[in-house]
């Protein structure tokens, strides 16, 4: 039986990115209120036992929404546009050269920093809520509220507030993510000692996430 050609749906980063998202979101609350503390330096450990304690366990998914419709618009938006110009550009017999990559990355990461700085936004903020005094908070209900909210006090200038820096940082992601993953991917399969399968992709996933914490 001759082996088929995986080929990765463009939908499937923003899947992937929305369930990572329910396990991680907890750690990227807590990054935020460490960031964003104004008063001692209190660790992650204390952090979560203070949250805890104080407000509940689930204080700790606050935001959750905001979060998933982050992942559902940058990162769809990123590895779609990445998975389509890598299947267009692609042929049977010949592989796309590494800077071909690298721009298709960027251009992916670009559009996909702006279309999530909305969602960013609202995630940070509700995030962040519960450090306010009780008349600062904003109180959003879920992310859609957050953003109709957004839009009706501050406008469209407010909904992509930060747009400019969130898109710099996703280009630099995406392309340490994507462009490298899928050269060292090709490497590997190359030599006589990787095939397309589990460990190989846990290799180069696990590669490329170094040079994208690098960049």
Same mark, same amino acid.
């Given at each position: 039986?001759s082996? +088929?050609t995986?080929? #990765? +749906?463009?939908?499937?980063?923003?899947l992937?990115?929305?369930?990572a998202?329910?396990?991680?979101?907890?750690?990227?609350?807590? +990054?935020?209120?460490?960031q964003t503390?104004?008063?001692?330096?209190?660790?992650?450990?204390?952090?979560t036992?203070?949250?805890?304690r104080?407000?509940?366990?689930? &204080?700790?998914?606050?935001?959750?929404? &905001?979060?998933?419709?982050r992942? %559902?618009?940058?990162s769809?938006?990123?590895?779609?546009?990445?998975?389509?110009?890598?299947?267009?550009?692609?042929?049977?017999?010949?592989t796309?050269?590494?800077?071909?990559?690298?721009?298709?990355?960027?251009? @992916?990461? #670009? &559009?996909g920093g702006?279309?999530?700085?909305?969602?960013d936004m609202?995630?940070?903020?509700?995030?962040?809520?519960v450090?306010?005094?009780?008349?600062?908070?904003?109180?959003? +209900?879920? &992310?859609?509220?957050?953003?109709?909210?957004?839009?009706?006090?501050?406008?469209l200038k407010?909904?992509?507030?930060?747009?400019?820096t969130?898109?710099?940082? #996703?280009?630099?992601m995406?392309? @340490?993510?994507?462009?490298?993953?899928?050269?060292?991917?090709?490497?590997?399969?190359?030599?006589?000692?990787?095939?397309?399968?589990?460990?190989?992709? %846990?290799?180069a996933?696990?590669?490329a996430?170094?040079?994208?914490?690098?960049v």
């Amino acid at each position: 039986m001759s082996d +088929k050609t995986r080929v #990765a +749906k463009w939908y499937f980063g923003g899947l992937a990115g929305a369930g990572a998202a329910c396990c991680t979101h907890p750690l990227d609350l807590l +990054k935020v209120h460490l960031q964003t503390q104004q008063e001692g330096k209190t660790g992650i450990v204390r952090m979560t036992i203070n949250i805890i304690r104080h407000q509940g366990v689930f &204080a700790l998914y606050n935001g959750l929404s &905001a979060s998933l419709l982050r992942q %559902l618009t940058y990162s769809t938006t990123r590895f779609g546009i990445y998975e389509i110009a890598k299947q267009r550009l692609s042929s049977a017999n010949e592989t796309i050269p590494f800077h071909t990559k690298v721009l298709m990355a960027a251009a @992916g990461g #670009a &559009a996909g920093g702006v279309v999530g700085t909305p969602a960013d936004m609202v995630n940070v903020r509700m995030q962040n809520d519960v450090k306010l005094p009780a008349d600062q908070r904003r109180n959003y +209900k879920h &992310a859609l509220d957050g953003l109709w909210r957004v839009w009706r006090s501050e406008g469209l200038k407010g909904l992509f507030s930060g747009a400019t820096t969130a898109t710099s940082r #996703a280009v630099l992601m995406t392309v @340490g993510q994507l462009s490298f993953y899928d050269q060292v991917k090709q490497m590997m399969i190359q030599t006589s000692f990787f095939s397309d399968n589990l460990v190989t992709h %846990l290799i180069a996933s696990s590669t490329a996430g170094d040079r994208k914490s690098v960049v």
